[in-house]
């Protein structure tokens, strides 16, 4: 099976910047796409942003041009690059990945990272 270890969460001012990591472990798995997803108490979990094996990326409208979403695919890890962070920015943050079995294409398994806090101060 794949075990993701988030890291890179904490505490900073608005404006300030952090960066947040997603370590992907195991064997006999290929990965394929992988995302950042985030929840705020009381709200719904939203997709952050998502990037392809390719590297094609998608964002949300209220993090676009903010954060960047880029991956290391020799490390089996995701990152996400949070600039000009905001207080509304403020919930645990969750990396998500897929992954097919080698040899067999056939099922899609998805994991989660345990989830890091992320909280912007005014």
């Known amino acids: 099976q794949v075990q993701l270890v988030e890291s890179g969460g904490g505490l900073v001012q608005a404006g300030g910047s952090l960066r947040l990591s997603c370590a992907a472990s195991g064997s006999g798995f290929s990965i394929n796409a992988m995302a950042w997803y985030r929840q705020a108490p009381g709200n719904q979990r939203e997709l952050v942003a998502e990037i392809s094996s390719g590297g094609g990326t998608n964002y949300a409208d209220s993090v676009k041009g903010r954060f960047t979403i880029s991956r290391d695919n020799a490390k089996n890890t995701v990152y996400l690059i949070m600039d000009m962070l905001k207080p509304e920015d403020t919930a645990v943050y969750y990396c998500?990945?897929?992954?097919?079995?080698?040899?067999?294409?056939?099922?899609?398994?998805?994991?989660w990272g345990q989830g890091t806090q992320v909280t912007v101060s005014s």
């Open positions: 998500n990945i897929q992954a097919v079995r080698l040899y067999s294409h056939a099922t899609r398994y998805i994991y």
